[in-house]
């Protein structure tokens, strides 16, 4: 099997991984830091203080770089867990130069291209490549989609996103690295290399439904790919702004109910260092798993009560007894993802929803009939003072409807943006980097 493309031009269309804080074993400061909100871009550097692999476990082994590599060692061969990017070499390197035996599995614990870019440098004669059967699907749709994801990752991970001239992005579809899996793994499957028992569960959690992990029971040890994320533990990104498929919050919950069942010892995540204790371990799963049920069941209370996806996102608020990291996703974000996963885009408020005319196609009228863009501006202005950044913003894209150079309007935009970035202090990553994006574009258009 041979990938077509570079891994580091495309890795970073699916990347959704290096903006989180990280994690690690109890004694290391990290570990206590981690729920303090660490800086988001960590896994730009992370490793670069290593010269090998670390040795996590007897006869485990981890690489780091912006995604890590695991290769548990065995007298009859090798078994690698996700492959980390193909252009950071080292990662695939140092595994080899722990033991150059062969590769007998493969495991890719998700179809994101930080994960399994490098598998040219592990898979040989015989060796079984092994994923979860929707992998094949998000594969395909993530690589079609290419041109797409790259401009919108852009936005998010402009450190390690490549700019492409507009007549080359359809030229991103055939870079995209594929690989062909030799085993699908839909529900659990098991096997046995060099004494050491491995078992193969499907995990369908954060990162999306094809996630595995690896279970090696005789040392407690799970691998978990991206299920929970990268901050354990965290609030699970159920729909990632930049784009991909909306993940399911029960499918998350029953595999957290599964891991809790393995009571696992370590957790050895794709990013970061691995999370070890099994107190903390399973205090942490038990709380995500119980915040993404609050919010599911308050969702489902409130739809079924008539009130409208808008009020949830204000009303519902995590108890602080659930209170997880929100660096990727955000509670709200949760909540508006839970209601359009059950209901669809039709929320019944307006018959103008079902139409392809949008509510800014009459923005430039709203604006004359109240006197024009200065008096639109003159009431986003009074709301922004009030404290009421989104409102004001809402009011100014009817004014720039109206006027798109409006110097007061764009001041006003700015100034909304600038207060929302203010109090979201930096700690989601999205939130974060959609608003620095617009302050620029905002910025430019007021001339610098």
Excluded at 156 to 165: K, R
Excluded at 196 to 204: G, K, L, S, Y
Excluded at 431 to 442: C, F, G, K, P, Q
């Amino acid at each position: 099997m041979k990938f077509r493309g570079l891994g580091v031009f495309m890795a970073i269309l699916t990347l959704g991984c290096g903006d989180a804080a990280p994690d690690s074993g109890p004694d290391s400061p990290k570990a206590a830091e981690a729920e303090e909100g660490s800086g988001t871009r960590d896994l730009l550097e992370f490793g670069a203080d290593l010269e090998g692999a670390v040795e996590i476990a007897p006869g485990v082994f981890q690489t780091r770089g912006t995604a890590n590599a695991q290769m548990v060692t065995t007298a009859a061969g090798n078994v690698v867990i996700d492959t980390g990017l193909s252009n950071q070499p080292h990662v695939q390197e140092w595994l080899r130069d722990v033991d150059d035996a062969p590769v007998s599995h493969l495991v890719l614990t998700h179809a994101h291209a930080d994960h399994y870019s490098g598998s040219d440098a592990f898979i040989g004669p015989g060796t079984e490549v092994i994923t979860h059967p929707e992998f094949l699907h998000n594969q395909r749709y993530l690589r079609e989609l290419a041109p797409l994801f790259m401009a919108r990752n852009a936005i998010f991970f402009p450190e390690d996103t490549p700019v492409i001239p507009g007549f080359l992005s359809g030229a991103t579809k055939r870079l995209y690295p594929q690989v062909e899996p030799t085993r699908l793994v839909s529900h659990r499957y098991a096997f046995e290399e060099g004494g050491v028992r491995f078992e193969v569960i499907a995990t369908p959690g954060a990162e999306g439904s094809d996630s595995l992990s690896v279970w090696l029971p005789e040392q407690r040890i799970l691998f978990v790919g991206d299920f929970y994320g990268h901050i354990f533990p965290m609030w699970p990104n159920l729909t990632t702004i930049r784009g991909e498929r909306t993940r399911f919050p029960k499918p998350y919950m029953d595999s957290i109910d599964l891991m809790l069942e393995l009571d696992p010892v370590m957790l050895v995540g794709s990013h970061f260092e691995p999370v070890e204790g099994r107190e903390r371990i399973r205090e942490g799963l038990v709380r995500m798993r119980d915040a993404v049920a609050y919010v599911e069941a308050a969702v489902f209370d409130g739809m079924n009560a008539g009130k409208d996806v808008y009020t949830l996102m204000r009303e519902i608020q995590l108890p602080e007894s659930l209170a997880v990291p929100e660096v990727h996703g955000k509670v709200s974000w949760g909540v508006r993802s839970i209601w359009e996963a059950y209901t669809g885009w039709f929320k019944l408020r307006s018959s103008t929803e079902l139409y392809a005319e949008p509510a800014n196609a009459v923005y430039p009228e709203l604006a004359q009939m109240a006197g024009g863009a200065e008096a639109v501006v003159g009431r986003a202005a009074a709301r922004l003072a009030a404290g009421e950044p989104v409102h004001a913003l809402h009011l100014v894209e009817v004014a720039l409807a109206a006027e798109p150079a409006h110097r007061g309007a764009l001041e006003v935009r700015l100034g909304a943006l600038e207060e929302l970035q203010r109090r979201g202090g930096g700690v989601n990553h999205y939130e974060t980097m959609w608003l620095r994006h617009r302050i620029a574009a905002t910025q430019e258009a007021l001339g610098g």
